[in-house]
């Protein structure tokens, strides 16, 4: 029993006022919830606790008890959202979270939001935001001087990075959190041990030296003493399941099998389906490995229909990915692809890339040397080189090298007498490539051919260019040195003579714009287009962090969403920009292929434009909405 719960059992003192007993239970409640112990935190918090992500009444509170409560009934929701997979729970658990942040903030409770960043790095986590984890974690640490709460944050930053695969930088983050050890309890030391065994199985798979997975065994042991030690079941639990897939990596199957049942036993007990579908995950995995096909199709099956209540998108595409490989393994081709495509999109639009790359080496792996066509081969193969363009990992740099293989096994057998057809299709992607081809061809004319000028004029770098020109756009390499006849611009690429007066001038009433985009092509392009004009532009792919960014002070002229966004829609985000005092007069466009135009002005939208039917326009458009913006200001 912690020192919180000691005093709330305590008679009722007479001294002790309403703000105090209620600060007394939300402590009680975040030693309980930091223990595994959530139903007992349901009971610390009694008539504040009104379900996951339900909000709580705070009539009769103050600014710093509301902060507090709110920010125990967000952490709560979170994680009984994830053990009983509970949907949108870690979105209900942000919002809850978030107001308590913002109400800390405006208390100048320094501390109490960096507990705040702490715990909404964890929810990010659990949806396989693994960037915006580590982004929000790593304010949390700027903003405490609590060593206890430095550990934490350490330690759980290193869930993120490991997420990635950037082990190196985990192990280093751990290094760091072990100068803060002694001062902690059990729970903290449980957590730095356990992290310390995946990083080090991790090192055994990137290395090929078994002393590691010797140390991981040490290290998952030493994390079940100290969880045992405060009688942290649910901890003990998923140190069995790190445990087993060590086995199972090392091939030791039947060790595997004994310990997963372990690990089964605890969360049965616990009545935890989030973590069991975790064990159950690992054991699919184990029977996939021993070749049990149909024994790990039923229990994946099993473990995906758990998970898609929940919003754990990493943890879902995973076990999609297995089932994609299992029915591969089982001949039924066309249901596997679809199911493999199913787990990198789930992965890629939850924004866990990571978990994406290596869901689209499992489909090249499995289907690439003669089940998708070249260009789908080509694409796929692009994407996981992109994904896991960070990874420190071996074990997934030598899965990329045998997929660059099969992949190029593949182009060179296509490379025969028949000739080749130009592709006529009018998708986005061919408008958009277009569209740039335009653009670079305007610039190497005014330029008189000089790749150098063209590429200042358009914003980018001489090597960018140079790239798309030696491979998107070799059509043009001719007009790198041949001086051609202006034509009509197709965006005007005006170059002003520049004066001292006429820089400074510039440079204090530049133009930024926000462009809120997912695909990386469109981004780019648009991008190009503004840059072009002289605007800075921000890009972000992510409706979440669009939001975090319409709410701080970061002065936008124009705000620029598409509609079909990961987490939250660009209509969302126009009308709660809208209702922001500082966003209520800046001009917003929404540039989307599907959209419905009144919809869009009805959120508060200034414009709505197609792609890409529009994108030739889209300069033209904005000029005046920022003359307006500039007229009203």
Known sequence: MNLAETELKRPEDNTRTHKDSVLLRCRSASELIYNGQYEAAKDALGEFWRGVGSRPDLRGLDISVSAEVLLQCGVLSGWLGSAGQVTDSQEKSKDLIFESLRLFQSNNQSEKVSEAQYELGMCYWREGAFDESRVVLQEALKGTNSEELKAKILI????????????????????????????????????????????????????????????????????????????????????????????????????????????ARIFRKLNDPGYLAQVEETKA?????????????????????????????????????????????????????????????????????????????????????????????????????????????????????????????????????QPKEI??????????????????EEALQVEDGSVSRAAKRLGIKHQSLAHLLNTRHNDLLTQRTQIVKRKRSLIKLSSPKITAHCVANSQARVISILHVEDSPQVANLVKLMLISEGWKVETCADGNIALQLLESEMHYDIILLDNDLPKVTGLELARRARKMPHRQQTPIILFSANLNEQEALNAGANLALKKPEDIEGLVSKIKPLVKEKKNYN
């Open 156 to 263: 759980r930053r290193t869930l993120a990075e490991g997420s990635i695969g950037c082990y190196h930088d985990a192990f280093n983050t751990l290094k760091e959190a072990a100068l803060f050890l002694e001062s902690c309890d059990d729970a903290i030391k449980g957590r730095w041990h356990g992290q310390m065994g995946l990083v080090l199985r991790r090192f055994g798979s990137i290395e090929g030296q078994t002393d590691y997975f010797d140390r991981a065994v040490i290290e998952y042991t030493a994390a079940i003493y100290h969880y045992e030690q405060i009688g942290h079941e649910r901890y003990c639990g998923t140190n069995l399941n790190n445990l087993a897939f060590l086995y199972y990596k090392l091939g030791h199957y039947k060790e595997a099998h004994e310990t997963l049942e372990g690990a």
């Open 285 to 417: 995995r184990v029977l996939l490995a021993e070749g049990c096909l149909n024994k790990a199709d039923f229990l994946i099956s099993n473990v995906i229909r758990k998970l898609e209540k929940g919003g754990e998108s990493a943890l879902l595409a995973d076990a999609l990915a297995i089932q994609g490989i299992v029915w591969s393994k089982l001949q039924r081709i066309d249901r596997s692809i679809c199911k493999l495509r199913d787990a990198i999109d789930t992965a890629t639009y939850a924004g866990a890339l990571h978990n994406a790359g290596l869901a689209t080496l499992a489909l090249i792996e499995e289907h690439g040397a003669e089940n998708l066509t070249e260009e789908e081969l080509y694409d796929f193969y692009c994407d996981a080189d992109k994904f896991l363009k960070d990874t420190q990992d071996f074990e997934e740099i030598s899965r990329l090298r045998q997929c660059a293989k099969i992949v190029t096994e593949r182009l060179h057998k296509a490379q025969s007498n």
């Open 423 to 440: 592709n006529q299709t009018t998708s986005l992607t061919d408008a958009l490539h277009s569209f740039e081809a335009k653009m670079i």
